[in-house]
């Protein structure tokens, strides 16, 4: 599949400070762009997701944009709490039952 | 909810064994998806397949074959396992092809060390 870069690889921030995760893609034809969380010892997990005909998703302390001319889309998180510390992973897809696509990932540190 | 187990959380083999990674989902998904996931490269697509007997090469296929008999279990096979296949294993599922199809769950994964 195509690469997707990820911006920050580690990214520290005092609890209750907000967090931001870019990613940037380079195939036209993605349409789903999913973040995944990653806990020690555990698969990622889905937190939020985007799809290419939207340009902003929130769930409460979380949320995503997409800048589909840009090729770029950004994980926000407001108010860190000591359980946002995970890596994170962004990733894109052409759809259906295609594979995704995934960043490098960002380990996010929120430091007490 | 929906499960995704993987048969070994911690497995160790010797170069040159024939692995099994076996996965189970138990939500009735269409796509099954195996990656392998290593520090600073992320998740790659090793293989994944849309419905029983049929699979489709992911990123990096070589060295890996799978297998697909039913519908709620995707096996991943290393033919002959070499010491770069030393990687963390995670199976995952999805729906099928409409609506929130895209979603993938992802199962706890397999730490496989080749010796």
């Known amino acids: 599949g195509e690469n997707v870069e990820q911006h920050p690889s580690t990214l520290s921030v005092q609890e209750g400070d907000s967090a931001v995760i870019k990613c940037t893609y380079s195939?036209?034809?993605?349409?789903?762009f999913p973040w995944y969380k990653q806990e020690l010892g555990k698969g990622p997990q889905l937190i939020i997701d985007i799809r290419s005909n939207v340009g902003e998703k929130k769930d409460q302390r979380i949320a995503v944009t997409l800048n589909k001319t840009a090729k770029h889309f950004s994980l926000h998180i407001t108010e860190t709490q000591p359980e946002d510390s995970a890596v994170y992973f962004c990733a894109r897809t052409g759809g259906g039952a295609d594979g995704l696509t995934f960043g490098k990932g960002t380990h996010l540190i929120i430091q007490p | 909810d929906v499960k995704v187990t993987q048969s070994s959380r911690y497995l160790v083999k010797r170069t040159g064994e024939k692995v099994f990674l076996e996965c189970v989902q138990d939500m009735d998904h269409e796509n099954m998806f195996w990656y392998r996931q290593d520090p600073g490269l992320g998740l790659r697509l090793i293989y994944f397949s849309y419905d029983v007997k049929m699979k489709e090469k992911g990123d990096i296929p070589e060295g890996y074959s799978v297998s697909r008999e039913k519908k709620e279990r995707f096996s991943l096979i290393l033919e002959s396992a070499s010491t770069n296949q030393t990687s963390m294993y995670l199976c995952?599922?999805?729906?099928?092809?409409?609506?929130?199809?895209?979603?993938?769950?992802f199962g706890p994964g397999t730490r496989l060390t080749v010796t």
């Open positions: 995952a599922s999805s729906p099928g092809t409409s609506g929130s199809s895209y979603e993938q769950y």
């Open positions: 195939d036209s034809a993605s349409n789903y």
